[in-house]
T-cell receptor, first 113, second 115 residues
Framework: NAGVTQTPKFRVLKTGQSMTLLCAQD?????MYWYRQDPGMGLRLIHY???????AKGEVPDGYNVSRLKKQNFLLGLESAAPSQTSVYFC????????????FGSGTRLTVV | GNSVTQMEGPVTLSEEAFLTINCTYT??????LFWYVQYPGEGLQLLLK?????DKGSNKGFEATYRKETTSFHLEKGSVQVSDSAVYFC??????????????FGKGTLLTVNP
């Protein structure tokens, strides 16, 4: 009954370092998403995927890359972290169609110093 | 494009008070509407939804009615509890076109309920 699992939960990076955030879902959902949440900004879509092997840019894709090599996993990469990428990152997944809503992970709090 | 506007918080209420959080939207076609709740330190959870005009979504004592004529989806609860303290997000997905799987969120409303 895991749903959407994100790892790690917390991370501190130095400017210029790289890292990968992992997202795994066990619900056989086709669609997966990465959002960032910042105070006063709500949630903003970074990248999304409509199926294995496909990815697309969202609202704020710069500085991030993603991969969906397996249906159940969606990876978010930061190649050269910047302080502006300090945020809470949420992964979500959904069935096809617009009536089901999303299932969210519990988030990764990333601080870039 | 699509957009969601919800009342700015924070909203502070006493236990057993009546709650309304306003939400209005802009969208072409026929969106589906959602309310999500985020408890401290957690991810977002789907609270309720409505997929067509005049539908009422309800869950855990919360209700919202899809009003197409006023493009609104206001969240209400008759008697709030301390445990309802959280951030509430209104959101929509478009019901047509190739991008109907992407949620558009409002900025969230922080609710604090005092005993």
């Amino acid at each position: 009954n895991a749903g959407v699992t994100q790892t790690p939960k917390f991370r501190v990076l130095k400017t210029g370092q790289s890292m990968t955030l992992l997202c795994a879902q066990d619900m056989n959902h086709e669609y997966m998403y990465w959002y960032r949440q910042d105070p006063g900004m709500g949630l903003r879509l970074i990248h999304y995927s409509v199926g294995e092997g496909t990815t697309a840019k969202g609202e704020v894709p710069d500085g991030y890359n993603v991969s969906r090599l397996k249906k159940q996993n969606f990876l978010l990469g930061l190649e050269s972290a910047a302080p502006s990428q300090t945020s809470v990152y949420f992964c979500a997944s959904s069935k096809t169609g617009n009536n089901y809503g999303y299932t969210f992970g519990s988030g990764t709090r990333l601080t870039v110093v | 494009g699509n957009s969601v506007t919800q009342m700015e918080g924070p909203v502070t209420l006493s236990e057993e008070a009546f709650l309304t959080i306003n939400c209005t939207y802009t969208a072409t076609g026929y969106p589906s509407l959602f309310w999500y709740v985020q408890y401290p330190g957690e991810g977002l959870q789907l609270l309720l939804k409505a997929t067509k005009a005049d539908d009422k979504g309800s869950n855990k004592g919360f209700e919202a009615t899809y009003r197409k004529e006023t493009t609104s989806f206001h969240l209400e609860k008759g008697s709030v509890q301390v445990s309802d303290s959280a951030v509430y997000f209104c959101a929509l997905t478009q019901n047509s076109g190739g991008s109907n799987y992407k949620l558009t969120f409002g900025k969230g409303t922080l609710l604090t309920v005092n005993p």
